[in-house]
């Protein structure tokens, strides 16, 4: 049996403190997915690329946009608030029209609340994704891992 993708990105990689790429892909029947570097620079290749799948599917340029939107903020929230490792999947869903976006990491990082931030640099994130989004949410993956997924209308 085929191990699912969330399965496959919760066992950290190897060391990424060289100069490699921000994230690796790989493609497959489900649609795209990337296991991203934990550093903030990752996230500007991401979005290329996942624009890239996007156009790749065919997507209108409205939809990509706001699966653009919704790949930043989650990612970025991973990132700035988590634990490695994060990976990212966009699946299309054809036949209903729809596509996906689930973000996993390792969990909360100690003292990584949103305390830390001034009031303006932080809290909207989540608001943008409600206001994009046909539906959000998050679930726990294998202890203390967390699946952050939104949907978005293909149209």
């Given at each position: ?5 969330l ?9 990424t403190?060289?100069?490699e790429?921000?994230a690796?892909?790989a493609?497959?029947p489900e649609?795209?997915?990337w296991?991203?570097?934990h550093r903030p ?6 979005r290329?690329?996942?624009r ?6 065919g997507v209108?340029?409205a939809?990509?946009?706001s699966?653009?939107?919704v790949?930043s903020e989650?990612?970025?929230?991973a990132v700035r608030?988590a634990?490695?490792?994060?990976g990212l999947q ?6 209903d029209r729809?596509?996906w976006v689930?973000?996993?990491d ?7 609340g949103a305390g830390e ?10 608001l ?5 989004a046909l539906a959000?949410g ?6 203390e891992?967390?699946?952050r997924w939104?949907?978005?209308?293909a149209?």
């Amino acid at each position: 049996m085929k191990p699912h993708f969330l399965d496959v990105i919760a066992v950290p990689g190897p060391d990424t403190s060289t100069a490699e790429p921000p994230a690796t892909r790989a493609r497959g029947p489900e649609g795209e997915q990337w296991m991203i570097e934990h550093r903030p620079d990752a996230l500007g290749p991401v979005r290329r690329e996942a624009r890239a799948s996007l156009a790749s599917w065919g997507v209108g340029p409205a939809a990509a946009d706001s699966v653009v939107l919704v790949v930043s903020e989650l990612v970025t929230n991973a990132v700035r608030h988590a634990l490695p490792p994060v990976g990212l999947q966009l699946r299309h869903d054809p036949a209903d029209r729809r596509l996906w976006v689930e973000v996993t990491d390792g969990g909360p990082a100690i003292g990584a609340g949103a305390g830390e931030l001034a009031p303006d640099e932080h809290g909207r994130g989540l608001l943008l994704v409600a206001a994009v989004a046909l539906a959000h949410g998050s679930r726990p993956h294998h202890g203390e891992r967390v699946v952050r997924w939104a949907c978005v209308a293909a149209d």
